[in-house]
């Protein structure tokens, strides 16, 4: 595959309006906010990026209960109500933005398609955000959904059988370090999926795509150090896997991984290289590396259609594991890891 293509006419568009933007005064970078600002500014420039799908037939809020006794919002969609009698799969989603921004309102366009598309219920998680809540508070919120799946999952409708897990960027990070934690945890429903599109996944931010992409294609280098300074509690937080998946020694029996990457992404090469790490350790793997793209362009729908596209494609990998599982005929808790059909 030859991922040095030219950079997509609409998504240059984009760069250079996001670059006049920034020198003209209009836009102000993350760095130069609070971490409240900078959560105001990315909602509100989601819509400007997006489309929004119609509402779904079954849209529902959900309080679910943390570790540590708080709790926190989630949000479940599907094209009809889950029902008990006829238990629905469901996606567990967690949103990205540097561990610091991000919502279930700026997610609510890709998780409404990504329930239309597989037919499948996504559970999209509000996990608590940094500087107010540091590693590994995310992390830990996301092992308490999928818990939450297994425990209350069944009463929802959901079938705790048929889990897949997910996420964009950082919340890429969290659904690879979520499986890594489910491989372990065997009392936790046992995902048949992991999504990872555009993770962040390396302890350093040194690879060669950082040097060549970490200025001018949107996720700057200077943004990705002011999230992880949010968001880490000291520099030894930076080799723990669940910050860093390929910092995990043993990422064998995994679930199968479907990898979304852009070409033009800073975080490109720590993918490729995960993408790698898992095909050596005998988890079936399918890279998808979108040529033209930067990073975020899954949220990008009224820029570019490889977002729609790429959106699709995933749906259909869903509703492929779904599948399988079902055919499978077994229990979430004594079934083996299967490749994707």
């Keep these: 595959m030859n991922i040095y293509m030219s950079l997509d006419p609409d998504i240059a568009a984009l760069l250079e309006m996001v670059q006049a933007g920034t020198e003209s005064g209009a836009r102000i970078p993350f760095p130069q906010l609070t ?10 420039s989601s819509p ?16 679910l209960p943390t570790r540590d006794g708080a709790s926190i919002d989630a949000r479940l ?11 629905t799969p469901v996606l567990l989603y967690m949103h990205g933005g540097g561990f610091v921004v991000g ?21 999209s998680l509000g996990y608590r955000l940094a500087p107010e809540h540091t590693f590994p508070t995310a992390f830990e919120d ?10 209350e999952g069944p009463a ?36 048949v999926l992991q999504v990872l599109a555009y993770p962040g996944l390396s302890s350093r931010q040194t690879s060669n795509s950082h040097e060549r992409y970490g200025s001018g294609y949107l996720l700057e280098r200077s943004t990705v150090d002011w999230f992880f300074r949010q968001y880490l509690r000291d520099d030894s937080d930076r080799d723990d896997w669940r910050f860093a998946p390929l910092a995990a020694k043993d990422i064998s029996e995994l679930p199968p991984a479907l990898i979304v990457l852009a070409e033009y992404d800073p975080l490109v090469d720590e993918g490729r290289e995960y993408a790698a790490k898992l095909c050596a350790a005998g988890v079936p793997v399918d890279l998808q590396i979108y040529p033209g793209m930067i990073h975020e362009f899954l949220r990008m729908g009224n820029v570019v259609a490889d977002a729609l596209r790429a959106r ?23 079934r083996a890891y299967e490749g994707m059909s």
């Design 35 to 44: 971490a409240a600002q900078a959560r105001t500014d990315f909602d509100a």
């Design 48 to 63: 400007l990026l997006d489309v929004d799908p119609p509402a779904l037939a079954y849209e529902r809020h959900l309080a």
């Design 77 to 87: 969609y599907a094209k009809e109500e889950p029902s008990r009698r006829s238990p």
């Design 103 to 123: 919502s279930l309102d700026s997610h609510q366009p890709l998780c409404r398609g990504l329930a239309e598309d597989s037919g499948a219920a996504v559970l």
């Design 142 to 151: 996301a092992v308490d959904a999928l818990a939450w799946i297994g425990r």
């Design 156 to 191: 929802a409708g959901l079938d705790a059988g048929r889990v897949a897990i997910g996420g964009d960027s950082a919340g890429g990070t969290l659904a690879a370090a979520l499986a890594i934690e489910a491989k372990a945890n065997r009392s936790l429903p046992q995902p």
């Design 312 to 334: 699709a494609a995933i749906g259909q990998a869903l509703a492929s594991a779904f599948r399988a599982a079902s055919e499978g005929g077994r229990t979430w808790k004594d």
